[in-house]
């Protein structure tokens, strides 16, 4: 069965440091979606791409996060610096395909900023 | 704004019973509700989709209901196992965008 695959699964990185994550939709998904989970909460939306378009990042901190989608397949989410508050769960997600309406999610990528 | 609750937040039954979890909204225009399933430390896995047109969803021991008009949708878990701890979150869709209910973390002891 087709996966959402994201890397690296776990990351701990140092306050005003870089941070990367990536994130592979199933094939032939053209939505993908990048959430941020904090402990007990939901998930909330951070960047929504139609295929290598940006739809809805109103919620990115741009100033210090940044989401690119060159190809329209794989994905890309960078915090830099990153900050103390930035620890949270980052999930990635897709929809498309046979089944339209359903997002598929990855196993999230744990960040801690120490 | 969508505002998606789920009540309660937590939710502890002996094995074997049925039990159900409630989702709210306060947007009745939704294009469809998702249920998920959370393990600690993991990603989302979709249990059931249910479309706007739609009442309910059945997958094995799980049902859906959707009641668009009064802006809630129930999970009714039957014959609930100890596998079945979990947290439970809802999503509505409107138009291109999901809103996530903070969820409810089942215990079920055996």
């Known amino acids: 069965e087709a996966e959402v695959a994201q890397s690296p699964r776990y990351k701990i990185t140092e306050k005003s440091q870089a941070v990367a994550f990536w994130c592979d939709p199933i094939?032939?998904?053209?939505?993908l979606y990048w959430y941020r989970q904090i402990l007990g909460q939901g998930p909330e939306l951070l960047v929504q791409f139609q295929d290598e378009s940006v739809v809805d990042d109103s919620q990115l901190p741009k100033d210090r996060f940044s989401a690119e989608r060159l190809k329209g397949v794989d994905s890309t989410l960078k915090i830099q610096p990153a900050e103390l508050g930035d620890s949270a769960m980052y999930l990635c997600?897709?929809?498309?395909?046979?089944?339209?309406?359903?997002?598929?999610f990855g196993p999230g990528t744990r960040l801690t900023v120490t | 704004k969508q505002e998606v609750t789920q009540i309660p937040a937590a939710l502890s039954v002996p094995e074997g019973e049925n039990l159900v979890l409630n989702c709210s909204f306060t947007?009745?225009?939704?294009?469809?509700l998702q249920w998920f399933r959370q393990d600690p430390g993991k990603g989302l896995t979709s249990l059931l989709l249910?479309?706007?047109?739609?009442r309910e969803q059945t997958s094995g021991r799980l049902n859906a209901s959707l009641d668009k008009s009064s802006g809630r949708s129930t999970l009714y878990i039957a014959a609930s196992q100890p596998g079945d701890s979990a947290t439970y979150l809802c999503?509505?869709?409107?138009?291109?965008?999901?809103?996530f209910g903070s969820g409810t973390k089942l215990n079920v002891k055996p």
């Open positions: 997600a897709s929809q498309g395909g046979v089944s339209v309406s359903e997002q598929y």
């Open positions: 094939s032939g998904h053209a939505t």
């Open positions: 999503a509505v869709q409107n138009f291109n965008k999901f809103y």
């Open positions: 947007d009745s225009a939704i294009y469809n």
């Open positions: 249910i479309q706007s047109s739609q």
